[in-house]
């Protein structure tokens, strides 16, 4: 008797099927391994700009599959990117435009399970659904406030939930129409963003001003489900993103580096943490990397990538401490905002104050630049940094405008050098700038502010970091570099917090970073010195020992000091020829 229904022809198709299973699975397999193997021995990764927006980019996010990149921004309008075209160079050189426009800066974006719509969220208070193959708008969803953060439910096609301005986190299901969404929680202080557990839709993640990061069940609502650490000091969470099976949760506070949760407990696993990195003007996401996950990515005030490796975590243990060199990603030149990952294709998308988008890979193509084994030559942002831009931006889009604007460009660069200056115990997380954006609406002229608004006072440290001042200014790329070295401290005692400040002696960990420092320092004094020692004597003269080069400045600065005892040098005799 045969159990299968339809005879030879039905059970050549189940082994068709059967077969076509296992060659997917056979060619996902070997992708991801081809994509772990270059991950791993990255030092870099390659490079490509993408431009289409007229303004500054605030919001991306990729399709389910990874065909399709959405991105939105001050110019008001989403632009819908296809993926393997624009890597290949082939199809249309232009982004499609959604035509539903937004009345004002765009700050998030989803798309539904099936890429049949995007979502898009925004500072005109509205969320606008709209259908992906027509660029039409299907619908409308109308707040109290701006929307800041949206999420859509990946276990359904009709569920999505939004986290406005004016404290509340809304769920909303097409099947039931738009007026009544249900309110999962209600505060008096901004929610960022709002993130659905990849595969269970009865819970979100979200990231609170006041509040910090959360965890809620929309059956039981009435309280959140989990607080993660409280951080008094910094409160503020900008972002939230579970990995691709929910099993961690990556939240980003204000001042802080990125911080990894077991969701189901408020203790954090670790917390990834580098002297350069600094994170408070603007609105940040972070997001996980590689193919399983393995890589934790944010982008910094100092215009750098950051992607940390979660080699050294242990799953199994709380409050650990990853300070393993991470890879630095530079090439953009102000603030990096959105960072998010294409697990499909191994690819990294990046973008903020620049009108441009970046695309990052560890593969070789045509027209990109980069490597993928060395650091970058310059490991900084090479332009020259504005000090006392106007606080007053202004912005024209019917101009149509691709070419960075540098006046956005100088704001941003005084913005971050003030908030570093300003910085100390008197200062209060509510007087800070953590802007959304700090771009304007073209038809108002205002700057449109996204502040924290809690009152805690800080309690940082009210010296700067001893003995910055005396380092080599070769050790500082540019005057913010200088300020985030200055701040070193308070920063390092607030990521200590941030892991529940146990078992760690900052003065230990400050004197360590100091040291490193010094030492590079004095390498860069002694190189530079070798330079100039090379351009008077020539090769044959060179000292061959560090030892050798300063005993011969002391014996050089000493000639200098003390007077000559010879008696002035006599013009030589002419002789005339007979």
Request: hydrophobic content about 30%; overall charge negative.
């Given at each position: 008797?045969?159990?299968?229904?339809?005879?030879?022809a039905?059970?050549?198709?189940?082994?068709h099927a059967l077969?076509?299973?296992?060659?997917?699975?056979?060619?996902?397999?070997?992708?991801?391994?081809?994509?772990?193997q270059?991950?791993?021995?990255?030092?870099?990764?390659?490079?490509?700009?993408?431009?289409?927006?007229?303004?500054?980019?605030?919001?991306l996010?990729?399709?389910?599959?990874g065909?399709?990149?959405?991105?939105?921004?001050?110019?008001k309008?989403?632009l819908?990117?296809?993926v393997?075209?624009?890597?290949?160079?082939?199809?249309p050189?232009?982004?499609?435009?959604?035509?539903?426009?937004?009345?004002?800066?765009?700050f998030?974006?989803?798309?539904?399970?099936q890429?049949?719509?995007?979502?898009?969220g925004?500072?005109d208070?509205?969320?606008?659904?709209?259908?992906?193959?027509?660029g039409?708008n299907?619908n409308y969803f109308?707040?109290?406030?701006?929307?800041?953060?949206l999420?859509?439910?990946?276990?359904?096609?009709?569920?999505?939930?939004?986290?406005?301005?004016?404290?509340?986190?809304?769920?909303?299901?097409?099947?039931?129409?738009k007026?009544?969404?249900?309110a999962?929680?209600?505060?008096?202080?901004?929610?960022?963003?709002v993130?659905?557990?990849?595969?269970n839709?009865?819970?979100?993640?979200t990231?609170?001003?006041?509040?910090?990061?959360?965890?809620?069940?929309?059956?039981?609502?009435?309280?959140?489900?989990?607080?993660?650490?409280?951080?008094?000091?910094?409160?503020?969470?900008?972002?939230?993103?579970?990995?691709?099976?929910g099993?961690?949760?990556l939240?980003?506070?204000?001042r802080?580096?990125?911080?990894?949760?077991s969701?189901?407990?408020?203790?954090p696993?670790?917390?990834?943490?580098?002297?350069?990195?600094?994170?408070?003007?603007?609105m940040?996401s972070?997001?996980f990397?590689?193919?399983?996950?393995?890589?934790?990515?944010?982008?910094?005030?100092?215009?750098?990538?950051?992607?940390?490796?979660?080699?050294?975590?242990?799953?199994?243990?709380?409050?650990?401490?990853?300070?393993?060199?991470?890879?630095?990603?530079?090439g953009h030149?102000?603030?990096?905002?959105q960072?998010?990952?294409?697990?499909?294709?191994?690819?990294?998308?990046?973008s903020g104050?620049?009108?441009?988008?970046?695309?990052?890979?560890p593969?070789?193509?045509?027209?990109?630049?980069g490597?993928?084994?060395?650091?970058?030559?310059?490991?900084?942002?090479t332009?020259?940094?504005?000090?006392?831009?106007?606080?007053?931006?202004?912005?024209?889009?019917?101009?149509?405008?691709?070419?960075?604007?540098?006046?956005?460009?100088?704001?941003?660069?005084?913005?971050v050098?003030?908030?570093?200056?300003?910085?100390?115990?008197?200062?209060?997380?509510?007087?800070?700038?953590?802007l959304?954006?700090?771009?304007?609406?073209?038809?108002?002229?205002?700057?449109?502010?996204?502040?924290?608004?809690?009152?805690?006072?800080?309690?940082?440290?009210?010296?700067?970091?001893?003995?910055?001042?005396?380092?080599?200014?070769?050790?500082h790329?540019?005057?913010?570099f200088?300020?985030?070295?200055?701040?070193?401290?308070?920063l390092?005692e607030?990521?200590?917090?941030?892991?529940?400040?146990?078992?760690r002696n900052?003065?230990?960990l400050?004197?360590?970073?100091?040291?490193?420092?010094?030492?590079?320092?004095?390498?860069?004094?002694?190189?530079?010195?070798?330079?100039?020692?090379?351009?008077?004597?020539?090769?044959?003269?060179?000292?061959?020992?560090?030892?050798?080069?300063?005993a011969?400045?002391?014996?050089?600065?000493?000639?200098?000091s003390?007077?000559?005892?010879r008696?002035?040098?006599?013009?030589?005799?002419?002789r005339?020829?007979?």
């Open positions: 008797m045969s159990y299968v229904r339809g005879g030879p039905a059970s050549l198709n189940l082994d077969s076509a299973r296992e060659l997917d699975h056979l060619r996902n397999n070997l992708e991801a391994g081809i994509f772990r270059r991950l791993q021995s990255a030092e870099n990764l390659y490079q490509r700009n993408l431009a289409g927006h007229f303004g500054c980019v605030n919001a996010e990729f399709s389910h599959g065909e399709y990149l959405a991105s939105g921004g001050d110019d309008r989403v819908l990117w296809h393997d075209q624009t890597l290949s160079n082939v199809g050189e232009k982004p499609s435009a959604m035509y539903g426009e937004h009345a004002s800066n765009i998030c974006l989803g798309f539904d399970t890429n049949k719509y995007v979502f898009s925004g500072n208070d509205l969320v606008i659904q709209h259908d992906l193959d027509t039409k299907l109308s707040h109290e406030g701006p929307v800041y953060g999420s859509v439910d990946r276990t359904s096609t009709n569920v999505f939930s939004v986290a406005t301005e004016h404290g509340e986190i809304l769920v909303y299901d097409l099947r039931a129409g007026t009544d969404p249900l999962i929680a209600k505060f008096r202080t901004p929610f960022n963003a993130e659905f557990h990849p595969l839709g009865n819970f979100l993640a990231a609170n001003a006041k509040r910090g990061a959360q965890l809620w069940d929309l059956r039981h609502h009435t309280q959140a489900l989990c607080q993660y650490n409280y951080i008094t000091e910094s409160p503020s969470c900008m972002s939230v993103r579970f990995n691709c099976n099993s961690l949760l939240t980003l506070h204000r802080l580096p990125p911080i990894l949760y969701p189901s407990s408020s203790e696993l670790c917390s990834f943490y580098h002297d350069e990195y600094f994170n408070s003007c603007t940040k972070c997001t990397a590689g193919p399983q996950d393995e890589l934790v990515v944010s982008g910094s005030d100092n215009f750098n990538m950051f992607i940390w490796r979660l080699d050294g975590v242990d799953l199994d243990k709380k409050n650990q401490w990853i300070d393993s060199q991470p890879v630095i990603l530079t030149r102000s603030i990096v905002n960072v998010r990952y294409n697990r499909q294709r191994c690819l990294l998308a990046s104050v620049e009108k441009i988008i970046k695309f990052w890979s593969f070789a193509q045509h027209g990109w630049e490597a993928l084994t060395e650091p970058s030559d310059t490991p900084y942002c332009r020259a940094l504005h000090r006392n831009a106007s606080d007053h931006v202004s912005q024209d889009f019917s101009t149509r405008n691709m070419e960075e604007d540098q006046v956005m460009l100088a704001f941003f660069d005084t913005l050098q003030r908030e570093l200056e300003t910085w100390n115990s008197a200062s209060s997380t509510g007087n800070g700038t953590a959304q954006t700090a771009s304007s609406d073209s038809s108002s002229g205002s700057s449109t502010e996204h502040s924290d608004s809690s009152t805690q006072s800080e309690e940082q440290s009210e010296v700067d970091t001893p003995n910055v001042s005396e380092l080599s200014w070769l050790t790329p540019n005057r913010i200088y300020l985030i070295a200055k701040k070193r401290r308070a390092l607030l990521a200590v917090k941030g892991t529940g400040g146990q078992h900052v003065e230990q400050l004197a360590r970073l100091m040291g490193e420092q010094r030492q590079v320092a004095t390498q860069a004094r002694i190189s530079e010195w070798l330079e100039e020692t090379h351009r008077l004597f020539g090769d044959d003269e060179l000292p061959t020992t560090s030892a050798e080069a300063a011969r400045e002391r014996s050089r600065r000493e000639s200098i003390q007077p000559s005892s008696s002035p040098r006599k013009p030589p005799e002419l005339m020829s007979k």
